[in-house]
């Protein structure tokens, strides 16, 4: 639980049970939620596959990855396996970040979807024996946030009218090659007297992020407000929210949201885990706007660009050291005024 008299977000609660019967209730909520915070919870419970072992599972992975020996874990380094990182170790403070020397507070692990999948040849991708170890858990977590996915994509899709040959998922299908992946956190405690954000601001550069953390840290400064408030994790929910692609994919009217993980107020920043699955649209997407006419229309010189550039992009202004100055719009979409 946060601690009394912190700003917290009050996000929109969506029932992926209802959103799957196509409730319209649930699918207008989920539609305002899109629009105004680009962030809700998605409560999982009362679905007819189980799917709380699943998360216990994940999270014991988190675990066992982030207790190997830091030697073991760069033999799976990021940037030497994979050019648009979709799988391997990124260590301790190679991004640009809060902490001293504009350093994060983090180390990731990312998996990816293809190769547990089994999709586009990719499940020789190479990895360390625990991940085979946790092989069945992370094709059923695949194969849930699949279902949670394909439900909030078609009732958003229904919601905005957008023809059935060209919707969110055309460009999202369950079953093809995609960037998606699946992303373990380890953020690393900091002394009192060192506090910083380990996280820097940003959105995320995919479609849909589904986060699931048992620990705050989380804040996020929704797109119309100039405070940032703390996320509350929920039990059975996960945390939902939308990545650059579905802005793009609709001219800015479903927003991304900003967010970054820090310590409490006047508290020491714990060790916290968390893991997410981002999903991103298929790489040949061309990310502009669909045929709606809700979405504003796009600036004709704007250059458009396939979801397989964009990532790219995205990337180099998240490294430290292939970082351009006045290239924070990247990682921020746009929004320079940021609050501290
Ligand atoms: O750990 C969290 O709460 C947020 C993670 C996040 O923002 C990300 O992985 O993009
Ligand atoms: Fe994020």
Same mark, same amino acid.
């Given at each position: 639980m946060l601690p009394h008299g912190l700003p917290i977000a009050q996000l929109q609660t969506v029932r992926l049970d209802l959103l799957r019967e196509c409730n319209s209730n649930e699918a207008q909520r989920l539609l305002e939620a899109c629009q105004r915070d680009g962030f809700f919870y998605l409560d999982i419970r009362n679905v007819d596959v189980d799917f709380t072992g699943v998360l216990d599972r994940m999270y014991e992975l988190c675990r066992e990855i982030y207790s190997l020996p830091l030697d073991d874990k760069l033999l799976y380094d990021v940037d030497k396996l994979s050019s648009l990182k979709l799988n391997g170790y990124k260590p301790l403070g190679r991004n640009f970040g809060?902490?001293?020397?504009?350093?994060?507070g983090f180390e990731t692990y990312t998996i990816p979807k293809d190769g547990v999948m089994g999709l586009d040849c990719q499940d020789a991708f190479l990895r360390p024996p625990v991940v085979d170890r946790f092989m069945d858990a992370l094709q059923d977590f695949a194969r849930f946030i699949s279902i949670a996915t394909t439900s909030t994509l078609n009732s958003l899709s229904t919601s905005l009218e957008l023809p059935q040959e060209e919707n969110f998922m055309t460009y999202h299908r369950p079953s093809a090659a995609s960037p998606d992946i699946i992303r373990l956190l380890k953020y690393h405690a900091q002394p009192l007297e060192e506090?910083?954000?380990?996280? &820097?601001p940003h959105t995320d550069l995919g479609s849909l992020t589904f986060l699931f953390t048992r620990q705050p840290g989380l804040q996020i400064l929704a797109p119309d407000s100039d405070q940032w408030t703390w996320v509350e994790p929920k039990e059975g929910c996960a945390i939902v929210n939308l990545g650059d692609g579905m802005s793009l994919l609709t001219n800015g009217f479903l927003r991304s949201c900003l967010h970054r993980v820090g310590p409490l107020p006047d508290e020491a920043m714990p060790t916290r885990y968390s893991f997410a699955y981002l999903v991103r649209a298929e790489d040949? &997407?061309?990310?502009t706007g669909l045929k709606c006419p809700l979405f504003p229309p796009l600036d004709p010189g704007k250059k458009v660009f396939t979801s397989g550039e964009w990532l790219k992009q995205k990337f180099q202004a998240v490294r430290l050291n292939t970082r351009k100055e006045n290239e924070d719009w990247i990682l921020t979409g746009n929004r320079d005024d940021l609050p501290a």
């Open positions: 809060g902490l001293p020397g504009k350093k994060d506090r910083g954000v380990l996280h &820097t040949q &997407t061309p990310m």
